[in-house]
């Protein structure tokens, strides 16, 4: 059965630092991979999504994330964050089509000005 | 022009009562879903209907009972509400590719939903 791991739940961090937000996965086929954010009392929305080719992954607001097969994992990095990426950071996974998506338990990211 | 809404925003009611949750998307997909969202932010699948035909039914109480009479709705019916449904609960929709392969997921608002 596939899992997905976020070893963070809370992660402050101050203004125009760098972060770096973990997730790791198991699964014995190949997984498409996703991050999602919620912003506070919102849906959830994609920020970036894995299914082949390059392993590296940007989002249009300067986040990025790399899936790494060896030690499956898809990372989610951003070099420097703003205020607004304050919110919660959710790690998926799906194996087929038409599976269901896997989510991680998520990953509260506070910045602090 | 949402793409995926949800009505009612919020909803506070007995424990017992029997309550709808409606859900429409303007995006033309073909798939949608429920999830529940519970106070530690956890998300967890319930139902997944393709083309009016339920293809995913996680071990959700039958209490819960969901009903898509076209493509673009996708409604959530409870019996006898009980303190533990309390919880956020969120509609997405989402369309094949031309390879097959159903990718991103778009999120309705929520529901927020307390039991008394």
């Known amino acids: 059965a596939q899992s997905v791991t976020q070893l963070d739940s809370q992660v402050p961090v101050f203004e125009e630092a760098p972060v770096e937000l973990r997730c790791n996965y198991s699964?014995?086929?190949?997984?498409?991979l996703f991050w999602y954010v919620q912003y506070p009392n919102q849906g959830l929305q994609l920020l970036l999504k894995y299914l082949s080719g390059s392993t590296l992954v940007e989002s249009i607001n300067g986040f990025e994330a790399e899936f790494n097969k060896s030690q499956t994992s898809f990372h989610l990095r951003k070099p420097s964050v703003h205020i607004s990426d304050t919110a919660e950071y959710f790690c998926a996974v799906k194996r087929t089509s038409y599976d269901k998506v896997i989510f991680g338990p998520g990953t509260s990211l506070s910045v602090i000005p | 022009d949402t793409a995926v809404s949800q009505t009612p925003k919020y909803l506070v009611t007995q424990m017992g009562n029997d309550k709808s949750i409606k859900c429409e998307q303007n995006l033309g997909h073909d798939t949608m879903y429920w999830y529940k969202q519970d106070s530690k932010k956890f998300l967890k699948i319930m139902f997944s209907y393709n083309n009016k035909e339920l293809i995913i039914n996680e071990t959700v109480p039958n209490r819960f009972s969901p009903k898509s009479p076209d493509k673009a709705h996708l409604n959530l019916h409870i019996n006898s509400l009980e303190l533990g449904d309390s919880a956020v609960y969120f509609c997405a929709s989402s369309q094949a590719t031309l390879a097959g392969v159903q990718e991103t997921q778009y999120f309705g608002p929520g529901t927020r939903l307390l039991v008394l």
């Open positions: 699964s014995s086929v190949s997984v498409y």
